[in-house]
């Protein structure tokens, strides 16, 4: 057998073009069907494919009499009607391609045959006896509370756990923290003790107050803490439900800043400069808010509290991260530049977080303070009655608080937007973050003693 | 097909011509029954009577056989009737009793019974023509001795299925009549305010197809075309246009405000009301007594059948199988057998 | 401010329209020299001519001619007697007006309205009583709307006529004769505005056209249980006031939708998944659904009355939902 219309013997084959079967409207088909497989003889005319256009089935003749060569579009395939489907060979006595293994003449066994079985629904092989039935609100309330459904009796249809029982599983634990405590071992088991504090640097001057973000803890100062700490006192708090202080349920960011108040006040110290991060700088600027003469500077990084929005889903990847892996794509949210976040960097941050009490007291937090991707507290009226000297530091890139949040700022308070930066200025960003800092320190204490303390008593700031 | 015999000029017989005047009387006397029944609120829904029409649907009824089919519009009552349904099984589903025709489910404009070829009323205008001409493509594909006979209004004649119907079925040659029941009016419209001609049976030749018009309110006119046209349908050359005229005594339904048809018309029409003219002509050949006892038995059939009817229980509710939106039981299965 | 019926309310808007625009025209059947079958277009012949014509039998070219005159300078208003009619019109709407607006962009514009009425209850039969909204609603370019009350009957036809697009409102049989407050100056009603009907916190009954009724009666009876129910009219079909439904099902976790269409691939399916897409997480319980019977509907009252959704039918899906 002959075939005068395949090209050279060097070439691979006559193409098998699906050309005008496919109808004047289509641009693409899917192959539903191959008739041959590689190897077999195939005659002019003969059909040797069937493929889909909008219409209908559609067969596809072989162009040429030759032997089947490589299949090229297998069947489920959706190709351009220019591509060819396949190759014929020079002739029948060519040799015969090797068969592609996955050639749709030899389908792939199927997974398991125990599908073919009569009267046997494949589908629906739930084999979940134990997975618990909650309404999807009742599982985002119990997961924000930090409560494993576990524990919980749903009274719904078919025990369905609802929303009700959720409250009355919280309700049950405040009740009794024991009983709580035994249910679900992962929540606010702590006794009342104070927040930890972390004291470096030298013994004079004024001291530096620093007060990290959210979901983390004081090691995150590390990078500018050194230098801070070779010129002043530097005290690092660790902020509650965060690292080694007290993991609590707070009801609202007032809720929150009480503790640290407290903190603050027990520290016994003179005034100080304040540097909070995210979360932490919010609560600077409460802090500088109710204790007016203590606070001789501000210096806050991508503070929290200033605007609307907040990425929502890098506050619950936080949250949720139970290992090294999981947490490390959220940190790499953090930064633009993603060798600042090193193996080591993760596991150290995962290190501060690994107990699962942690990531639940913050999820509870994260609730409260951060419900639907929206932050619940504003503190913007602060930072406008706010008269020490203060800055703004904030990444142009942060994706979880937009820069633009800044703009409400008064216009006695600095902003410095740090290009090619996301939400850790402090470790993006270091040395620019150190001067302005050191800077505003030098600023303020140049300044004539703190400002009189009686025209700033304000009422307490309520989110 | 079994050739059957042209209509032999002397039908109807007077048998006959008794029996359709039996009939035109059952059907008055529903409708004025169904008129006092609405007045006093034990109707439900608008009802669509043909008063003045009776001619019509009983008189192209008679010329069918048995085995004939026939689709009629949300005016049947005389085509029902006609075609041998029992009246008080028609009343009862008028009244959406069990015991109607079809259960209550279809209320007077629907009532369908296959077993006497009454192949349904049909609400949709215009629908009823293009189901007696796909009863006819059966009935061709079939070789079957039957004919379908399409009644609609003259409304229903300014659709765009009329026209496709009639094309098709003079191309096929189908076995189907179709009689336009013209009574004037489409619901309040007057018919020069519908059509662009005055007569419809005109249209028939544009289809290549008989037309001619006759008065409706003749039932042996009415008796007389159907017969010629089905003996046509029957011999396979195809469909035939009947234009019966007749009138609407009593509006388009019982909801009807009315105030659109003048009294002066609706008195000229009276004057030619079908079951007087028929009496007439029976009179002439049977006496009054015989034809008045005829009247009188089949009035009292009707007001029998009523009571009967007004009598029986409604429905019990059961759902309809075949709508089933879910393949096998609602819940899942959750036991291998 | 005057105490109008819903059918009154509906002519006052063509009234206004008609007198505003003068290539605002009415056809269909019925609806010049008698009025309109429900008297909606009652008084617009005597007042406006053959700017308001009765047409013959014929809605399947109507429809095609009003889209391809609203393409040619006029704003036609159709009148389709039933809802039952639509699958008439369905051609033009699915082949002509949806395809058009897109595919010509703003070369033409298409600003007509079909009217057209529904609902089921008073024993009209299976092809006079259906009230197929998600025909409709499921034509992409087209907006449906579905006003309640006779305020809303105006401000919607109002709304409707002057929209630049393809709109079909879906009237109800059994609103033409109710009654309320229409404001003297009411205007034109935002399209894609839902309605809140009555306030409540533990579910949300969302519902269209007259099932706003049943639903309001609905929260009455449940609040004797000391239950509050939230009714919204969503007044709009298509496009849908989304806020309107994730906003009270944050705040209730609870839905039964309600819609007198078939349920099976219907409106309130529709209303379901959305919910399903926009608030699972908001969602204490699946969405109940109250929807017509998949099923013809039937002449007989104790027929008819099985079939469609009831008072009843909506208390016990709200119980359930609440279980
Ligand atoms: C497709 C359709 N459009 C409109 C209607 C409303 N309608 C019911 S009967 C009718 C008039 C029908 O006139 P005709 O065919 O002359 O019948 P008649 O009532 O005179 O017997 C109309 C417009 C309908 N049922 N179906
Ligand atoms: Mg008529």
């Known amino acids: 057998m002959t075939a005068p219309d395949s090209p050279n013997a060097a070439s691979p084959g006559t193409p098998i073009l699906v050309g005008a079967a496919s109808g004047e409207y289509m641009d693409r088909v899917v192959v539903i069907e191959w008739r041959v497989a590689p190897g077999d003889a195939v005659e002019h005319g003969q059909v040797v494919a069937v493929v889909e256009t909008a219409k209908a089935a559609t067969e596809v003749e072989a162009p040429c009499d030759g032997v089947m060569g490589e299949i090229l579009a297998l069947v489920g395939d959706e190709v351009a009607v220019t591509q060819p489907l396949g190759l014929i060979a020079g002739g029948a006595d060519a040799p015969a391609p090797t068969p592609e293994p996955n050639t749709p003449a030899d389908p792939a066994p199927r997974e398991a045959d125990d599908d073919a079985r009569p ?65 679900a071992p992962s929540c606010f088991p702590d006794t009342p003790f104070p927040l930890r504090v972390t ?7 004024t001291p530096v107050l620093m007060l990290h973000g959210f979901a983390g803890d004081s090691s995150v100062w590390h990078p500018i803490e050194r230098d801070l ?144 991707g929206t932050q619940a507290f504003n503190v913007t009226p602060l930072l406008r009655r706010v008269v020490v000297p203060t800055r703004l530091i904030w990444g142009r890139a942060d994706e979880v608080l937009p820069w633009q949040q800044a703009l409400g700022a008064p216009g006695h308070v600095a902003l410095h937007l740090l290009p090619a930066v996301g939400h850790l200025p402090h470790l993006e960003a270091s040395a620019i973050v150190t001067s302005v800092l050191r800077d505003l320190i030098a600023t303020a204490e140049a300044c004539p003693g703190p400002p009189d303390t009686d025209v700033l008593t304000h009422e307490v700031h309520v989110a | 097909m079994t050739a059957a015999p042209a209509t032999p000029q002397n039908r109807p017989s007077l048998d006959e011509h008794v029996d359709m005047h039996r009939l035109m009387v059952v059907t008055r006397t529903l409708e004025e029954q169904l008129g006092v029944l609405h007045k006093a609120g034990r109707t439900r829904g608008p009802i669509h009577r043909c008063d003045g029409q009776e001619a019509v649907g009983v008189g192209a009824t008679a010329a069918l056989d048995p085995q004939d089919y026939v689709t ?66 059966s009935i061709q594909m079939l070789r079957q001795d039957r004919v379908a ?13 009329c026209h496709e119907s009639m094309n098709i079925a003079a191309l096929w040659r189908l076995p189907v009549v179709f009689l336009l029941e013209h009574n004037e009016y489409g619901l309040t419209a007057h018919h020069s305010a519908q059509s662009s001609v ?84 029976l009179v002439d050949a049977l006496g009054t007594a015989r034809v008045e006892d005829v009247e009188q038995s089949a009035a009292e059939a009707v007001i029998a059948a009523v009571a009967a009817a007004e009598a029986d229980p409604y429905p019990r509710f059961v759902p309809h199988a075949a709508s089933a939106t879910h393949a096998g039981p609602a819940d899942r299965v959750t036991e291998d057998a | 401010m005057a105490m109008m019926r819903y059918a009154e309310a509906l002519n006052a808007a063509l009234h206004e329209a008609m007198t505003d625009d003068p290539t605002v025209f009415v056809f269909g059947e019925d609806v010049a020299t008698y009025g309109g079958v429900f008297q909606v277009t009652r008084g617009l012949w005597e007042a406006f001519g053959d700017r308001v014509r009765d047409t013959p039998i014929s809605e399947q070219s109507l429809t095609a001619m009003a889209v391809s005159a609203a393409m040619t300078g006029t704003r036609p208003i159709l ?32 600003p007509f309205v079909v009217r057209t009425q529904g609902g089921a209850g008073l024993g009209t039969g299976a092809q006079h009583a259906k009230s197929l909204d998600a025909f409709i609603a499921h034509i992409p370019g087209l907006k449906v709307v579905a006003p309640v009350t006779p305020a809303d009957a105006k401000g919607l036809m109002l709304a409707a006529i002057r929209d630049p697009g393809p709109v079909v409102v879906l009237e109800h049989k059994r609103l033409y004769n109710t009654r309320g407050e229409v404001a003297d100056e009411q205007g034109p009603t935002e399209i894609g505005r839902a309605r809140l009907a009555r306030s409540g916190t533990d579910i949300s009954l969302i ?76 969602l204490d319980a699946p969405v109940e659904r109250v929807a017509t019977r998949d099923m013809p509907i039937p002449f007989s009252e104790p027929l008819e009355s099985a079939v469609i959704p009831t008072v009843d039918r909506i208390v016990e899906a709200a119980l359930k939902a609440l279980a």
């Open chain 1, 119 to 183: 009267g046997h629904d494949p589908v629906v092989r739930a084999n979940d006896e134990d997975r618990i039935i909650a309404s999807p609100a009742a599982r985002r309330r119990a997961a924000a509370m930090g409560l494993g459904l576990e524990g919980i009796v749903g009274t719904g249809p078919g025990g369905r756990i609802k929303l009700r029982d959720v409250s009355a599983a919280v309700r049950a634990m405040a009740a009794s923290p024991l009983d709580a405590d035994a249910q």
């Open chain 1, 199 to 205: 004291r470096t640097g030298i013994e004079t001057g």
């Open chain 1, 229 to 372: 700490a070779a010129h002043h006192p530097v005290i690092r708090l660790d902020l509650p439900c965060h690292g080694r202080s007290p993991h609590d349920r707070y009801a609202s960011f007032h809720d929150f800043v009480r503790p640290v108040l407290e903190a603050f006040d027990s520290l016994n110290e003179g005034p100080v400069h304040v540097i909070g991060h995210s979360l932490g700088g919010a609560v600077a600027l409460a802090l500088a808010d109710q204790r007016p003469g203590m606070v001789r500077s501000l210096g806050l990084l991508a503070p929290a509290g200033l605007g609307v929005e907040v990425d929502s889903h890098i506050l619950d990847g936080l949250c949720r991260a139970a290992s090294p892996d999981s947490l490390a794509p959220w940190l790499l949210r953090l930064v633009v530049d993603p060798s600042h976040i090193t193996d080591g960097y993760v596991r150290a941050a995962m290190a501060t977080r690994a107990a699962p009490h942690i990531r639940a007291c913050q999820a509870a937090l994260a609730a409260r303070l951060f419900p639907n």
């Open chain 2, 72 to 137: 009629t519009t949300h005016r049947g009552h005389a085509i029902y009737i006609g075609k041998g349904l029992d009246p008080r099984r028609v009343v009862a589903e008028i009244l959406g009793r069990e015991t109607g025709y079809n259960g209550g489910r279809a209320g007077h404009m629907l009532v369908g019974s296959a077993a006497h070829g009454m192949m349904g009323g049909n609400a949709i205008v215009g629908a009823s023509i293009p189901a007696a001409t796909g009863m006819a493509l």
């Open chain 2, 149 to 161: 006979l399409a009644v609609f209004g003259d409304g229903a004649a300014q659709t765009g299925i």
């Open chain 2, 198 to 281: 005055p007569d419809l049976h005109v249209r028939a030749a544009a289809y290549g197809m008989p037309g001619e018009q006759i008065d409706g309110n003749d039932v042996v006119a009415v008796f007389q075309a159907v017969a010629r046209a089905a003996g046509r349908a029957r011999r396979g050359e195809g469909p035939t246009l009947i234009e019966a005229r007749t009138y609407r005594m009593e509006g388009f339904s019982t909801s009807d405000k009315g105030g659109y048809q003048a009294s002066e018309e609706r008195k000229r029409w009276a004057a030619r009301d079908p079951i007087v003219r028929s009496r007439t002509t």
């Open chain 3, 79 to 110: 009148e389709i007697m039933y809802a039952d009619f639509m699958p008439l019109t369905l051609d033009a709407l699915v082949n002509q007006a949806s395809v058009y607006g897109y595919l010509w962009g703003d070369q033409v514009t298409m």
């Open chain 3, 207 to 282: 519902a269209t056209s007259r099932m706003v009724l049943e639903a309001e009666a609905a929260a009455e009876q449940l609040a004797g249980s000391g239950i509050s129910a939230e009714v919204i009219d969503l007044r709009t079909l298509r496009p849908l006031d989304l806020g309107a439904i994730t906003q009270s099902l944050a705040k209730t976790h609870h839905a039964v939708v309600i819609n007198e269409d078939w349920g099976f691939c219907g409106y309130a399916a529709e209303l379901s998944a959305t919910i399903m897409d926009h608030a699972f997480d908001d």
